[in-house]
T-cell receptor
Framework: KQEVTQIPAALSVPEGENLVLNCSFT??????LQWFRQDPGKGLTSLLL?????REQTSGRLNASLDKSSGRSTLYIAASQPGDSATYLC?????????????FGAGTQVVVTP | ETGVTQTPRHLVMGMTNKKSLKCEQH?????MYWYKQSAKKPLELMFV???????ENNSVPSRFSPECPNSSHLFLHLHTLQPEDSALYLC??????????????FGEGSRLTVL
């Protein structure tokens, strides 16, 4: 059974500092990995999707890396801003019986202080 | 309308009521999902529909009944719920390709409170 862990559970940084969020998974036979952002009481917003054949994906200030052999993905957010305060979740996808499954981590709650 | 829309955004119901949650996706995707998000717990997959056929029922109690009349609409019918069913219910859609889920897009969620 795939297990997904996100450490730390919470993180507080001053504005301007770079954010490093970690996601680890137990089974390296993954199809893809997706990073999401969730604001309080809201749905999830997709940030980046990394296919299993890729090592990283970038979008603006966001960069996500994937190392399947070590079962890790890291989300980097450069020059953090107060608007980056949210919970960040990773989800690991794998194939099963003709479609796919996703396993979510519990998330890292981020607070960026002005 | 764009993306994935869910209604109602908030719902309060008694244990004997019957209500429904609605989800509509405007992305042309072929798969739709219901997730449950409770406080301090990871997202739990409830149901998956691929091309309007249910492909996953993740041991969900029968008091939750999904319906997918077409590839754009998904419902979750609720009856005789328990207070522990209070949670944020999230709908998502994706395009299934080559056996994987593809990129998931979520709605804003329906916050359910069972009294």
């Amino acid at each position: 059974k795939q297990e997904v862990t996100q450490i730390p559970a919470a993180l507080s940084v001053p504005e301007g500092e770079n954010l490093v969020l970690n996601c680890s998974f137990t089974d390296s036979a993954i199809y893809n990995l997706q990073w999401f952002r969730q604001d309080p009481g809201k749905g999830l917003t997709s940030l980046l999707l990394i296919q299993s054949s890729q090592r990283e994906q970038t979008s603006g200030r966001l960069n996500a890396s994937l190392d399947k052999s070590s079962g890790r993905s890291t989300l980097y957010i450069a020059a953090s801003q107060p608007g980056d305060s949210a919970t960040y979740l990773c989800a690991v996808g794998w194939k099963i019986e003709g479609w796919g499954k996703l396993q979510f981590g519990a998330g890292t709650q981020v607070v960026v202080t002005p | 309308e764009t993306g994935v829309t869910q209604t109602p955004r908030h719902l309060v119901m008694g244990m004997t009521n019957k209500k429904s949650l609605k989800c509509e996706q405007h992305l042309g995707h072929n798969a739709m999902y219901w997730y449950k998000q409770s406080a301090k717990k990871p997202l739990e997959l409830m149901f998956v529909y691929s091309l309007e056929e249910r492909v996953e029922n993740n041991s969900v109690p029968s008091r939750f009944s999904p319906e997918c009349p077409n590839s754009s609409h998904l419902f979750l019918h609720l009856h005789t719920l328990q207070p522990e069913d209070s949670a944020l219910y999230l709908c998502a859609s994706s395009q299934l390709t080559g056996g994987g889920t593809g990129e998931l897009f979520f709605g804003e969620g329906s916050r359910l409170t069972v009294l």
